[in-house]
């Protein structure tokens, strides 16, 4: 199994619901608790993108990969082999997934070897699936040989359907907004405000990605 990991690199610029469309949604005047409503749309924001295992608005992040079969400090092989040593592990495979899509570009794709030494892997030995949210590797094209067997790629990618709130579905941000005021209302209640509401679950289930999936 391929271990992996992810890492926020730059988080969007805006959220995809405004603080004056939650404040109409859930009916609230004046603006003594704007800071409030404001941190909790953020909130809204987050549960609803680990839920639905996607990005919302513009954000980049890094995946980071050990190579297939990469063990922990116990030793696997008592004997002496001569060889790259992705052949003893098994190497990265020609695809891989990338989670929290939609993914729109691959910035930069950098590879460790034994020495820790680093190397930009060039965008001319693969390309994305858009459809799949997956790097696949071009025919012919095969992975750096000796690259070391923990954390030995880095994959830097652009996710998120857009920069603008527009390009967010509106179903995800109408249960945002459902969130927010089950959120403001049940403010003091920490047990029940975790919860998704009903409805803003049922929104989001057509965009939910399943499986096992890096979320």
């Known amino acids: 199994m391929l271990r992996q990991s992810l890492a926020l690199v730059t988080p969007p610029a805006s959220e995809p619901v405004s603080l004056s469309e939650a404040k109409a949604w ?9 800071a409030t409503l404001t941190a909790l749309i953020t909130a809204a924001r987050l549960a609803a993108e680990q839920y639905l295992r996607r990005s919302l608005i513009t954000q980049t992040w ?6 297939c079969g990469a063990r922990g400090s116990e ?11 992705n052949s003893l592990y098994g190497g990265l495979p020609n695809t891989i997934p990338l989670p929290r ?9 950098v590879t460790y070897d034994l020495d820790n030494s680093s190397a930009t892997y060039s965008a001319s030995n693969y390309r994305l699936d858009n459809s799949g949210d997956r790097l696949i590797l071009n025919y012919g094209a095969i992975w750096p040989a000796n690259i070391r067997p923990k954390a030995g790629c880095e994959i830097t990618y652009t996710a998120g359907y857009g920069s603008a709130a527009t390009a967010v579905p509106q179903p995800i941000k109408q249960g945002i907004l459902i969130h927010v005021a089950s959120l403001y209302e049940q403010r003091g209640n920490c047990e029940d405000a975790m919860a998704l509401p009903p409805g803003t679950a049922m929104l989001y289930s057509p965009y939910r990605i399943m499986g096992d ?3």
Do not use: E, N, Y
């Not at 859930?26 to 704007?34: L, P, V, W």
């Not at 030793?75 to 040593?85: E, K, Q, R, S, T």
């Not at 899509?101 to 794709?109: E, H, M, N």
């Open 26 to 34: 859930a009916r609230i005047d004046g603006s003594d608790d704007d």
């Open 62 to 67: 890094k995946l980071t990969l050990d190579l």
């Open 75 to 85: 030793p696997w092989w008592d004997g002496v082999v001569d060889g790259p040593l």
């Open 101 to 109: 899509g939609p993914v729109s570009a691959i910035s930069s794709v």
């Open 213 to 215: 999936r890096l979320g």
